[in-house]
């Protein structure tokens, strides 16, 4: 079996989703975000910080390309993967793009909470529809599979998802 990416806005609930899917699929799951800041000895926040948005991109980008050269994945992707098109190349090569959405404010609820989200630290509801927006086109050319994971609870989520592979025959 190929691999599963996980795409989605911060807070659509990918890295829940994750572990929920274990449950179902026998895969080894891989957290990008901290991958990252294993490979450069930082938090996503110090990263941004002396880094930029660009230098995390680019360290997400190349740690994607060793990451898609395994199988039987349920990967967890940081929310701007899909920002760049070799990123969603790769993985769909390697594997099937899952979708999740939830709305905006559903999004601005739980990552409001959350201080290790530098692209929308200090944000209001409108700066995150705003953001959503702006990837939307994105997130769409990526899918394969789109689940909204706001309304259902994170087995429902991943018991919806495990349906739409088997429908699409991708579980093989």
């Not at 795409?7 to 991958?35: H, N, W, Y």
């Not at 930029?52 to 701007?80: D, P, V, Y």
């Not at 939830?102 to 692209?119: K, W």
């Amino acid at each position: 079996m190929n691999n599963i990416y996980l795409v989605g806005f911060m807070g659509t609930g990918k890295s829940t989703i994750a572990r929920r899917l274990q449950k179902f699929l026998p895969f080894q799951i891989v957290e990008m975000d901290e991958a990252i800041e294993r490979v450069e000895a930082m938090t996503i926040p110090e990263i941004f910080e002396k880094k930029g948005e660009e230098g995390f991109r680019k360290a997400e980008s190349q740690l994607l390309a060793i990451i898609a050269k395994e199988k039987n994945q349920i990967i967890s992707c940081g929310g701007g993967i899909v920002l760049k098109p070799e990123n969603i190349a790769i993985m769909k090569e390697s594997g099937t793009v899952v979708r999740l959405t939830s709305s905006a404010e559903t999004i601005f609820e739980r990552v409001n909470r959350n201080n290790n989200r530098p692209l929308v630290k200090g944000k209001g509801l409108s700066d995150i529809q705003k953001m959503i927006s702006d990837r939307e086109k994105y997130y769409a050319d990526a899918a394969d599979i789109v689940v909204d994971s706001g309304e259902q609870s994170p087995d429902e989520v991943a018991s919806e998802i495990v349906k739409q592979l088997a429908l699409a025959g991708r579980l093989n």
